[in-house]
């Protein structure tokens, strides 16, 4: 089992930048596949972008593709999402998600992850 705990939220300013991070603790951190979602007010959370356990491939929503980065550190058990021309429309609450068996269809849905952090709002706005 594994817990996530997410950090690095906040007010930004549209056309500027944050890094979350998503912290991990327990067991076997490199077999674990690493995800991001997030909720607009009055909608479903939604992919962002994941990262698999041997840090080959990444995965990205068009949405944020070109914009967001993320990457993983095994020696710290981390995960990072690196936003950059952030926009109003990518205010939402942030979500880590982990989990050791996923295929690539349900890596992009809420249900196919077993372990989440609790969430951390970003709010882009003047």
């Known amino acids: 089992q594994v817990q996530l705990v997410e950090s690095g939220g906040g007010l930004v300013l549209p056309g500027g930048s944050l890094r979350l991070s998503c912290a991990a603790s327990?067991?076997?951190?490199?077999?674990?596949?690493m995800g991001w979602f997030r909720q607009a007010p009055g909608k479903e959370r939604e992919f962002v972008t994941a990262i698999r356990s041997y840090g080959g491939n990444t995965y990205y929503a068009d949405s944020v593709r070109g914009r967001f980065t993320m990457s993983r550190d095994n020696a710290k058990t981390t995960v990072y999402l690196q936003m950059n021309s952030l926009k109003p429309e990518d205010t939402a609450v942030y979500y880590c998600?982990?989990?050791?068996?996923?295929?690539?269809?349900?890596?992009?849905?809420?249900?196919?992850?077993?372990?989440w952090g609790k969430g951390i709002l970003v709010t882009v706005s003047s």
């Open positions: 998600a982990a989990d050791r068996q996923i295929t690539t269809m349900a890596l992009m849905t809420p249900g196919g992850w077993n372990y």
């Open positions: 327990g067991r076997l951190f490199t077999s674990y596949h």
